[in-house]
């Protein structure tokens, strides 16, 4: 009996692309998987078709119950009336897709929690009982206010232990608001589906990273704080050179001046949006100023928005027309023009709703390829509001989007950020203080927000109104008459602050303690972007550490940033204590040093710029003194080290370090620092293996907590081999 799908003929196709990941491909049995599905959202490697294929289950084994086809570690059980596929691994039943007659594809949810869908809508951590529409471009009002404005990812995860990732059709939706989920397809006799077993849950993430295409390494300074300008020109002020070096003068660590286009604002870098001529009240003299503002040690990040429709091509492509504007040639050229200029560093895409899917992968490869072309070695950054599977192998950066300033926005950034560090990219980040701004804003939300985006990859101020989402802003003007507020009339809950928001003399150095301690772990967070180059993003929900834990797998108020720091930010206004949960083990305060028993809740101290932070027993962090901004010049020997220890429990660490800005990590050009904390004989064991520094000898602080024994030792570095 043939296989039928709406009364079409068709095949299924398995290939095994991974120990843990089957490829499952349904299409006409006349046609190749390699022809019919485009591999532009995969990671670029070559895509065989697939090893098996068969139209019936004519000569397929027999086992008394089901006709089952093994491959590789897998196993699949077919029935035909409806066409259904049961994957095994290794005995263990992942899931049983049905192929109706509709075209639809129904799957059983069973129990646990449904994680990933990236962004998804306006269920949280948990996806149980939303509806997920794959053609959404972008922004929708009534979601993004107080969610995310970025469409989903088609992949789902099960805290039990399976994953599937809907490739293609790309258009669809996926429905979870029963029993069983469903993938309603617009193309009904095609279908392609990875199936994943994670029963390790960090399996989840790094398979789809793995087959969707392993993000590129940030240069390091992205990890340092970035601030985003909307307001340049004010009251006759220019203030492009005037708040980069109040930084500077005031000891406020940045990395990164990000400059909005013309037309989001009054004044921006250009002179409206799409076009790449610079504004002239706030560029008078551009090439001078951008030389000034590199000298102070920042790095630049232009605004660059109204993507073509079209886009289409590489930058490589030869005999291109001159008449084809939206082929991404002729459209980096313009870019090239700007830059020969402003020799910034990095881009900001925006702006991309409504453009397909491939035109926005098409964007994301053109910004990564035309980086490097100005710049051959040396890593590109791009920060992108439009994303979809398959971006993450060119490197762009995502933030939530436009949200509104409230705390509920505030609690919801947490779930949506571990979803996307699941399931669309491991380096993200919000608009810290939220976008559109409404009467709740005001420097206490700010300063929460601060606490929470200093630990999540991306850290950015940005909104409105530009001045309040700066550190110094709060205390430079004495009322909000002073300062254009950047209102949105019409946006749900849209206001001004309240009356009293200014001055409030708490933020600044508040917010200078904040960003100081995001820099001082900087070697810590640096080694997490590394990791997240395998696909272990650097958010983790406390399922990836403790899937047997109930309360831990629900738990969507806290998460991991690595394995040694648990966050539990503070998202209530007026709190001064706040409730965490510590699973199993024992844990310590960051900031006081007291041990706590896990497998409990607890109420903690929580004053106003002091981020709720554990520490496991056994953990390591890394630091280093803090800068304001990182170094970028080749250096000639290592940069000082401070490792904190924890004790109480055994610990692994692995320390990752390179030259920060060039293609030498692809090439092996780093330095690694193993270290082994045995708690039974209170010993610390070390080696070190270097092809920056090779035969070079180091002098390394550790630091034993709680207590806070300071010792030093010398670790000799020997040759990569």
């Known amino acids: 009996m043939e296989f039928r799908i709406s009364g079409e003929k068709v095949k299924i196709c398995l290939q095994e692309i991974s120990d843990k990941t089957l490829r499952l491909s349904l299409l006409p049995a006349g046609e190749s998987v390699r022809e019919v599905f485009s591999t532009l959202d995969l990671a670029d490697r070559e895509w065989p078709e697939p090893s098996l294929s068969l139209g019936s289950l004519e000569n397929v084994k027999n086992d008394g119950v089901s006709k089952a086809l093994c491959i590789g570690n897998f196993t699949v059980k077919l029935e035909e009336t409806p066409l259904q596929a049961a994957v095994y691994r290794e005995g263990r039943l992942l899931q049983s897709l049905t192929f109706c007659e509709t075209g639809e594809v129904t799957f059983p949810l069973g129990g646990g929690k449904l994680f990933g869908l990236g962004h998804g809508f306006k269920q949280q951590m948990d996806r149980r009982g939303g509806d997920y529409d794959l053609r959404t471009d972008g922004q929708i009002r009534g979601i993004q206010e107080n969610y ?159 993507c073509h429709h079209g886009l289409h091509g590489k930058i490589s492509d030869d005999g291109v027309s001159p008449l084809e504007y939206d082929h991404a040639k002729n459209y980096w050229k313009r870019h090239e023009k700007l830059y020969s200029q402003a020799k910034n560093e990095a881009w900001w895409p925006d702006d991309a709703d409504g453009v397909d899917m491939a035109q926005r992968l098409c964007r994301h490869r053109m910004y990564y390829e035309g980086s490097l072309k100005l710049n051959p070695d040396t890593r590109p950054l791009q920060m992108q509001r439009n994303t979809f599977p398959g971006a993450n192998k060119w490197g762009g950066i995502i933030w939530s989007g436009d949200v509104l300033s409230e705390w509920e926005t505030l609690k919801n950034q947490i779930p949506i950020g571990l979803n996307v560090a699941l399931s669309s990219s491991p380096y993200w980040g919000t608009d810290t203080g939220g976008f559109f701004c409404t009467p709740e804003y005001d420097g206490e939300l700010f300063l929460r927000w601060m606490e929470y985006s200093a630990f999540t990859p991306m850290f950015r101020g940005h909104g409105r109104p530009s001045f309040l989402h700066n550190p110094w802003g709060w205390s430079m003007f004495d009322s909000l008459d002073e300062i254009p507020l950047e209102l949105a009339p019409g946006m749900t809950h849209d206001g001004p602050p309240p009356a009293d928001a200014l001055p409030d003399t708490r933020v600044e150095p508040l917010c200078k303690e904040i960003i100081r301690l995001r820099y001082s772990l900087l070697p810590y967070i640096y080694s997490l972007s590394h990791e997240a180059c395998s696909g272990v993003p650097v958010m983790r929900p406390l399922w990836c550490y403790y899937p047997d834990d109930e309360q831990a797998v629900a738990t969507d108020s806290e998460y991991f940033f690595g394995k040694s720091l648990l966050v539990a930010p503070v998202t209530k206004k007026g709190s001064e204590s706040w409730g965490v949960y510590l699973p199993q083990g024992q844990w310590y305060h960051y900031w006081t040093g007291k041990a706590y028993e896990g497998g409990r809740d607890y109420t903690v101290p929580a004053p106003l710029g002091k981020i709720p932070l554990f520490v496991p027993a056994g953990g390591i962090l ?91 030792f010398t670790l000799r570095y020997e040759p990569i081999i």
């Open 148 to 306: 995310s404005a970025v469409s989903p990812t088609p992949y789902v995860i099960n805290s039990e232990g399976w994953a599937l990732y809907f490739h293609q059709p790309w258009k669809g939706e996926i429905d979870l608001r029963g029993e069983k989920g469903v993938f309603r397809k617009y193309m009904g006799a095609y279908c392609d589906v990875f199936i994943v077993d994670c029963a390790d849950p960090m399996d989840a993430p790094k398979e789809y990273y793995a087959f969707t295409g392993l993000p590129p390494m940030p240069p390091k300074y992205a990890f340092g704080y970035q601030q985003s300008y909307r307001t340049l020109v004010h009251n006759g002020v220019n203030y492009v050179e005037k708040t980069a070096r109040y930084m500077r003068e005031h000891g406020i660590p940045c990395d990164m001046l990000i400059y909005l286009g013309s037309g989001y604002c009054e004044h921006g870098w250009n002179t409206y949006n799409g076009n790449f001529e610079w504004d002239q009240e706030a560029f008078p003299q551009p090439e001078e100023t951008m030389e000034n503002l590199h000298e102070m040690g920042y790095k630049i990040s232009l605004h660059v928005t109204r």
């Open 622 to 712: 890394a630091k280093a003194p803090v800068v304001q901004h990182v170094n970028t010049e080749k250096r000639e020997d290592f940069e000082p080290l401070t490792l904190e220890i924890y004790t109480g429990a055994d610990g692994e660490y692995e320390l990752y370090e390179d030259d920060g800005i060039s293609l030498g990590y692809q090439r092996g050009e780093c330095t690694k620092t193993y270290l082994r904390w045995d708690e039974e004989t209170k010993k610390l064991s070390a080696s070190g293996v270097s092809s920056l520094f090779p035969g070079r000898e180091r002098e390394i602080e550790i630091r034993f907590m709680p207590e806070g024994r300071l010792e030093k």
